[in-house]
């Protein structure tokens, strides 16, 4: 990306996986030679989402793990950058493993207790690290 000298990169999502580990390896068949540097933090899924605190250190965690990567932070010396959320930032699908898809487990996870602390939370730290303004009447809302 570098090379091409863009202007501007949008960092369409996905910036963290807060659903995730990070382990050392993936078992994925379209993957096999993948490796990552393991992230020291914990998939926001096992969590209590009545704790806030936990919560947060947990989604900061994620947030530098990825900002540490070398190659990132050559890019964005040169680059400037606009932020968008997706799924990731928060928890897969803001709210829970949708592998089930189902529509039952859905409502279920909505109500899961501690649901609007995780949403939150993860947008909190996602304006802690993008460089955009929160909107002026709803704090809590990404975008306009």
């Known amino acids: 990306m570098k090379s091409v000298d863009p202007d501007l990169f949008i960092f369409n999502g996905d910036q963290i996986y807060a659903d995730n580990t990070c382990p050392y390896s993936v078992k994925n068949k379209n993957y096999p030679f993948w490796k990552n540097i393991p992230g020291n933090f914990s998939s926001v899924d096992d969590l209590d989402w009545n704790n806030v605190s936990k919560l947060y250190d947990e989604f900061l965690a994620h947030w530098e793990y990825n900002r540490e990567d070398p190659h990132l932070q050559d890019f964005l010396k040169f680059t400037s950058l606009y932020s968008q959320a997706d799924d990731h930032e928060v928890n897969d699908n803001y709210g829970g493993l949708w592998k089930f898809l189902n529509p039952s487990f ?39």
């Open 106 to 144: 859905k409502e279920e996870l909505h109500n899961k207790t501690g649901y609007r602390n995780l949403v939150k939370t993860g947008i909190d730290v996602f304006f802690k690290f993008s460089p955009i303004e929160r909107n002026q009447t709803d704090p809590d809302k990404i975008g306009i």
